[in-house]
Every structure is written in structure tokens, then in C-alpha cells.
């Protein structure tokens, strides 16, 4: 991670972290290495969730890129996967996303994809941030008809939503869904979308008023939509992120279906059908030894990166691996996508769901999970810093995975993008690993905080 960009553009908290002018700099900075880069006047689209503080930081970031001769199209409300499609679609040379994705609405953050529809890649973050620690004293203002202009765009909502119609590719007719889009950038597309694809829908979450984005819906709160799901008798529910760049599903019965259980079975699938490209599904190192041991037995490689989506990418992308993704629901779809997409996944797993004549409980049910613990220690940067400096906590770490003889693993890192360190504990005894996280837990604070 960089000073500036973590694992998933600049995030933090709207007016205190990420400042307005912090947002200039961005987009002066941007603009510069993008120009250099593309050797034209640059067009720049910039899509945003549904956050009180969007407006504010588009306006300052559009602000910055003109200041230096790129032309901006706003977008305005699309999920952070439209964004990233778009951009090839409209031949522009990048586009903005102006979200904090899960995070609550006081945060917000802003990604950047190049032309391609990819996040851009390390070298060039690093560029920009080398331009920001300059104050971007070295990046030429325009001035006259050099001043870049801003536009808006209205039909990403319509191109996006065929993109999304075509690469499905199949009829949901039959099924009952219930759809939580997290009152963020998802309403819009999954009210036409999914009706169109022949579901019978209900959704929650769709009244987004610039302060309850991801509070208490969305797929980091699935417990309002278990309930839905159960009361309403509907065949499955599922869940997106404020950004839509994440998907989680629950059962007819109301229990979670992971991203892991989601890539399983759609792994299995492209296999059957000869689309599984190496014969393998790339994850992190957060995913389930259940779902390493079913993927074996499948026949299906699974090869493992650090966490973060674009750890996973990256590996699909040198590799040539088609499918990847993470626990919390990310799922990369390279046949169609450049990036995570929420809706995507929703689609071609309901696909799934309706052709397999199954219900949603007898998919969840393709292998047992081994017991994990996840306990989130809050923690500000210097904190993190002093962690990860930390070899007593190094030590004292290892020793306590040894202690589970075999029997399971420890994984403790940094959030990239919250202000959190994250203990998993995963083994077969419960009650085990739950002492082993809190001695970790309980160390941790008495080090470092």
C-alpha cells in the first residue's frame, strides 16, 4: 500500500481524512501522469455512490482535474463496476469512483480506473502520490480555452444495464428473490435489471438519502435480510455494498452463502461448460479450508493471494485465470468484467438457481466450513504501524498457531481499508480457536494500544 492509496483507492473519513483539498491534489496529480501518459488532452468520467459527502469531493476532484486541462463526465449515482465497463465502452482514459463501498457514510473514498477498465496499477499510484507530496507544485495550471470542461452523461445507467442484461445471458424466470441494494449506487440497475432478467423481486434498501448507506442493510448486515427471506417465502435473498462491487446471498432458510461458496459454484459450473481456464479459481488467504478441500475434490485449482481484490487480479491477470474473488463477496469475472462486480455475480448465480432446479439450501450445503473467528481490533495508522513493527507480536503470533498443532490457521494483517487490524483464527474445535483469537486480541492491546 502506498501513502495515499490502500488496497482499494484513498479512503477515510469525508472532510477529516479525505479533505476537499486533499481531493484537488488528487485530481490535479491524476490528470498530470494520466496526461503524460496519454499524450492528449485526457477525458475523465467520475461516477459516485449515494453518500452526503459525494457531491462534495466530486466537485472538488472535477475541480482539480480541469485545473490542468482534463475534461470531466459525470456519471453521477452508478456502481463502482458500471464505472470501470464504462470507461472502455465510452473510450475515455479513466474514470473516478467517489466511494468508501461497505464502510459506513461517513467515510467515502476515491478508486481510479485506467482506460482499460482496470484500477491502475502500483507504479502508477505511486506517481501520483509523488505529485501530491509536491503540493503538484510542478504541474503546469491551464489557463483559456486549456481549462478543462465537465459534462453530464445520462445514459450510463441504460449501457450499463445491458451489459449487465447480455452477459447473464439467461432467464431467472420462476424465482423469487428478495434484493437488498444497501441504499447505495445498486438500486437503480437491480430494479430494471433483475424484473427484466424474469425474477419476481422485492427489494430492500433502495431509499438512499445521502446518510444510510450500508446502515443496517447491504451485505455487511445480513441479518434484516435472513428475516425478509424467511417471512416472505422467497427462494433466496441477496445482498450488495454500498458500491455494488460485492455480492452475499443467504438461503431460502435465512444462512449466509459467502463469496467463497458463491465462487464454488460458479468454479463448477464453467468447468462443466469448458469455460474454467486453467482449471483454476483464484482467492485469499481468508478463505475457508472447506472450500480449499471441496475445490480439490472438484478437480478445480485454487491458488491464493494476500487480501485485497487486487491482489486477486493481479494473479488472474498474469496467470489467465477467469474467476477469483474474495470471502466478503467480491467475485471477478474476467469473461465480462474488469473488476468486481456485485449485480454480475447476483445474476449469474440466480442463473444457476433456476437452471439447476435446486434450492438455494442444497447449493449453500456443497461442503461443510471449517469454524472461523474474526475479531476486528480497532486501530489508527500509527497503531498499525507499531503492529506490523511489532516482532514480540511477530513471535507470539506463530507461537499461537503452533499451539493449534496442525489443526488450523492463524491470520492477522491490517485493514487496507478501514482503521482495523483483522484476527481470523480458523479450526475445527470452536471453543478453541476462540480462546486462541482473544489471547491474540488481548495481546495486541496490551502492545500496542
Known sequence: MGKYFGTDGVRGVAGADLTCELAVKLG???AAVLTARAGHRPRILIGKDTRQSGDMLEAALAAGLCSVGADVESLGVLPTPAVAYLVGRYEADAGVVISASHNPMEFNGIKIF???GYKLPDEVEAQIEAHIDE??????????????TISLRTDGLKDYTDHLYESIGGSLAG??????CANGASAEVAKVLFPRLGAQCSFLGVEPNGRNINDGVGSTHLDHLAKAVVEGGFDCGIAFDGDADRCLACDEEGREMDGDKIIALLSGRMKEAGQLDGDTAVVTVMSNLGFIKYMEAQGIRTECTAVGDRYVLENMRENGYVIGGEQSGHVILLHHATTGDGELTAGKLLRLLAESGKKM?????????????LVNVEANAAQKAAYQADEVLAGYIQAQEQKLMGMGRVLVRVSGTEPKIRVMVEGQDLEGIRRCADRIVEKIRRRIL
Request: with cysteine; glycine share 10%.
Open 28 to 30: 490535479r496529480a491524476a
Open 135 to 148: 503540493d503538484c507544485k510542478n504541474i503546469p495550471l491551464a489557463t483559456g480555452a486549456e481549462v478543462g
Open 175 to 180: 424465482l423469487k428473490v428478495c434484493i437488498d
Open 114 to 116: 485506467a482506460g482499460t
Open 361 to 373: 439450501s442444497e447449493l449453500n450445503g456443497i461442503y461443510a466450513q471449517f469454524p472461523q473467528v
